[in-house]
T-cell receptor, first 113, second 114 residues
Framework: AQSVTQLGSHVSVSEGALVLLRCNYS??????LFWYVQYPNQGLQLLLK??????LVKGINGFEAEFKKSETSFHLTKPSAHMSDAAEYFC???????????FGAGTTVTVRA | GAGVSQTPSNKVTEKGKYVELRCDPI?????LYWYRQSLGQGPEFLIY????????DSGLPNDRFFAVRPEGSVSTLKIQRTERGDSAVYLC????????????FGPGTRLTVL
């Protein structure tokens, strides 16, 4: 079984500041890890994923995440926030041959001008 | 190409009524998933189809919920005797054989049970 915990339901950052969203997972099998973004009244859009290989994963819109097995973490970062980054972000985990996703509760990001 | 589409976008019904929610996956995608997203929560898995068959329905909350995919493309999620607690956004996603770990989501159907 897999589960995800996202630390912080709301994050507020200034435009140009670092964005850091925390995700810890629990998995009985090697995990596949994902970050999705959801803009108001839209579906989920994949930002990035980790399956195997390089533990630092780069995604769209300047986001990246690092898989740390020893810490069971997959935190999402972006060096410089833009107003357009305001949205809800979901971390998710699946197994390597069972692809149903288990999502965290989400983190809402607001960006201050 | 076209993404995953879901109809209707909004559905309001009365307690006890029957509803059907439709999902059109990306053309050629063999896997189809249904999730439910309640207010303030992340999506929760309901059911997964590989082709026409339900490969995993472990997330369906009870026997009032049923889903079909008779021709391996469009899927319908059916809810009988709706309850107020069924109010949520129902999300559909699909994935391809070549990239089974990557799911593409539709915009969802917002179901409100009065």
């Amino acid at each position: 079984a897999q589960s995800v915990t996202q630390l912080g339901s709301h994050v507020s950052v200034s435009e140009g500041a670092l964005v850091l969203l925390r995700c810890n997972y629990s998995s009985s099998v090697p995990p596949y890890l994902f970050w999705y973004v959801q803009y108001p009244n839209q579906g989920l859009q994949l930002l990035l994923k980790y399956t195997t290989g390089a533990t630092l994963v780069k995604g769209i819109n300047g986001f990246e995440a690092e898989f740390k097995k020893s810490e069971t973490s997959f935190h999402l970062t972006k060096p410089s926030a833009h107003m357009s980054d305001a949205a809800e972000y979901f971390c998710a985990v699946s197994g390597s041959n069972d692809y149903k996703l288990s999502f965290g509760a989400g983190t809402t990001v607001t960006v201050r001008a | 190409g076209a993404g995953v589409s879901q109809t209707p976008s909004n559905k309001v019904t009365e307690k006890g009524k029957y509803v059907e929610l439709r999902c059109d996956p990306i053309s050629g995608h063999t896997a189809l998933y249904w999730y439910r997203q309640s207010l303030g929560q992340g999506p929760e898995f309901l059911i997964y189809f590989q082709g026409t068959g339900a490969a995993d329905d472990s997330g369906l909350p009870n026997d009032r919920f049923f889903a079909v995919r008779p021709e391996g493309s469009v899927s319908t999620l059916k809810i009988q005797r709706t309850e107020r607690g069924d109010s949520a956004v129902y999300l559909c996603a699909s994935s391809s054989l070549s990239s089974p770990d990557t799911q593409y989501f539709g915009p969802g159907t917002r179901l409100t049970v009065l």
